[in-house]
């Protein structure tokens, strides 16, 4: 059986997740809570960075990051599935994947900054710095939401991350993203709608 290490508020932790039950492989895997906050949690002996997700295989091989582990999730269920084959279309889902990864990683450095420093050491240019980093991608997805083509398409990973990163800013910053985004919004009610595994992963705040 294998082993994924997570937390439910992660995002990335819900990538793997929703593709987990895309690929039909959600029985085959026990999820093992973390915390990486912990120095005693096996989890930086699985993971040197000491970051969640981490998948664990049945030989004992930690896998990890998010994108290695869906890129094994999607070999283990056939290839093909949610990292499309066509070479157009696996670097459209790849370059998606990784724009939505690094509003991803924005987002969690900020929350970051107001959990672990005191308001008066918070740093106004950094904070601007990722704020505009997420500012810039959501502008870009909202001018051309991903297509999620016909009803019986398995979404690909860059459509995976961008529901996870939707479902972060809602989760993190009060869904602050949807006033501005509405084509976005629409999208995220069509993913949701096709995809069950998306609210059966919701994290509450």
Request: charged residues 25%; aromatic residues 6%.
């Amino acid at each position: 059986m294998l082993i994924l290490r997570s937390a439910p508020p992660s995002p990335f932790g819900r990538k793997v997740r929703i593709a987990l039950s895309l690929l039909g492989l959600d029985g085959e895997v026990r999820v093992d809570a973390a915390d990486t906050g912990d120095p005693n949690d096996s989890l930086r002996a699985q993971n040197p960075l000491g970051k969640i997700p981490v998948l664990i295989v049945e030989d004992g091989t930690a896998f990890y990051d998010s994108r290695v582990i869906l890129d094994y999730l999607d070999d283990r269920a056939g290839s093909g599935k949610i990292i499309p084959r066509e070479a157009a279309q696996r670097f459209a889902a790849l370059r998606l994947q990784a724009l939505c990864d690094g509003i991803l990683d924005a987002s969690i450095l900020t929350v970051y900054e107001g959990r672990w420093r005191p308001p008066e050491k918070h740093e106004p240019k950094w904070l601007e710095h990722k704020a505009g980093k997420v500012t810039r991608a959501l502008a870009v997805l909202e001018a051309a939401p991903p297509s999620l083509g016909p009803k019986s398409a398995i979404p690909h990973v860059g459509q995976i991350a961008l529901a996870c990163v939707l479902g972060y800013r809602d989760l993190r910053f009060g869904g602050t993203w949807r006033g501005d985004h509405p084509r976005l919004v629409a999208w995220l009610d069509d993913f949701a709608a096709r995809v069950p595994a998306y609210a059966a992963t919701a994290a509450t705040p």
